[in-house]
Structure formats: C-alpha cells, structure tokens
C-alpha cells in the first residue's frame, strides 16, 4: 500500500512562515509529478504548487514569490515553504503524488490534509 503523510500545518500570524513536508511511503517503483492543492472551507480544492521529478515548478499566480516547493527523491518527500503568509491562505493542505507502485501501474494519491490557518 502507498501512503502519503502531511505534517507541518498550524497556525500563525500574518506574515509569517511554515514549511509543510509530506512523505511517501509503501510499495513504490517510482514517484513522478508530486503536488500540493488547498481547500478552504465552502471552496473547491485547488492546486497550489506542483514539481516534476526532474524539479521543475509551477505555481498558482497566488502563491507566486511567497511559496516554493521542493522535492528530495531519494527520501520520497516533498515541501512547501510558505512565506509572508495571509489570512486568504488558511485551508486544509493537501498533498498528491503520481506514483509508480509496479512497471505498469502509475496512480494518483492523496494524503489526508493539514490544516493551514493564518491569523490577521
């Protein structure tokens, strides 16, 4: 079984910084495009960030200059580094992989949320 697992969610204030970490783990052959999407309450879950496996990034124009994202393949885990944080940025964060788990078989999975919540 494949799992991913947030942690690194919280509160803080305005302006401030955290730096949310997801593992993978179980039976995995490979681990392509790794993601982090958002989902504040009464809104659709939307992508926040996402990294190739060769480190190539995008981000949302909301998030531009404020996040990074960031992968360390070896030890099957991805980042986000969030900077200058704002109260629109509080929401359930969730981690998603493309992963590999046999020659023939590329699945997507989601880890069960951390919750984000940036105080004015």
């Known amino acids: 079984q494949v799992q991913l697992e947030e942690s690194g969610g919280g509160l803080v204030q305005a302006g401030g910084s955290l730096r949310l970490s997801c593992a993978a783990s179980?039976?995995?052959?490979?681990?392509?495009?790794m993601a982090w999407y958002r989902q504040a309450p009464g809104k659709q879950r939307d992508l926040v960030a996402s990294?190739?496996?060769?480190?190539?990034?995008n981000y949302a124009d909301s998030v531009k200059g404020r996040f990074t994202i960031s992968r360390d393949n070896a030890k099957k885990m991805v980042y986000l580094q969030m900077n200058s944080l704002k109260p629109e940025d509080t929401a359930v964060y969730y981690c998603?992989?493309?992963?590999?788990?046999?020659?023939?078989?590329?699945?997507?999975?989601w880890g069960q949320g951390t919750q984000v919540t940036v105080s004015s």
């Open positions: 990294i190739t496996s060769g480190k190539s990034a």
């Open positions: 179980g039976s995995i052959f490979s681990i392509w495009d």
């Open positions: 998603n992989a493309d992963i590999q788990s046999s020659p023939l078989r590329v699945q997507g999975y």
